[in-house]
């Protein structure tokens, strides 16, 4: 059996450890390499779903696909607060996330605070706010 078939196997069983130990070593962000760049993302993924929160927290200072992978998990575990420290923060990907979810669930008006407190002048995040579907 080869790493990528012990990975998958780790990963159906949930065990973790060991596939965050194997996707990760053949998994580089900016690789010529396409199975290289896409191992990269199985890991981000990995390391989401294993909920190593911190883990993701320090690579997404670096590495926008740990960003992305941090805001996904963070909004699947309903952690709005740490997705306002995000945007808060700087990060738009956050911010966008946070927005939306605020949005569909209802909460058009908070969503609008949001936007107002922490990136007024962003206009995507407006866009967002103002889409027909929230109505």
Request: some cysteine.
């Amino acid at each position: 059996m080869d790493w990528l078939e012990r990975a998958r196997a780790a990963e159906q069983l949930e065990d973790w450890d060991e596939a965050i130990v194997l996707v990760s070593a053949h998994a580089e962000c900016f690789s010529d390499d396409p199975d290289m760049h896409d191992n990269h993302l199985w890991h981000m993924d990995l390391l989401a779903r294993a909920e190593r929160i911190s883990e993701l927290t320090e690579r997404a200072l670096t590495d926008r696909h740990a960003g992305r992978s941090l805001n996904r998990s963070l909004r699947e575990r309903g952690m709005e607060a740490a997705l306002y420290d995000r945007a808060e923060d700087g990060d738009r990907g956050a911010l966008y996330v946070l927005v939306r979810l605020m949005c569909e669930t209802g909460r058009v008006q908070e969503a609008q605070k949001v936007v107002a407190d922490i990136g007024p002048e962003d206009q995507y995040a407006r866009q967002i706010v103002a889409g027909d579907r929230w109505t």
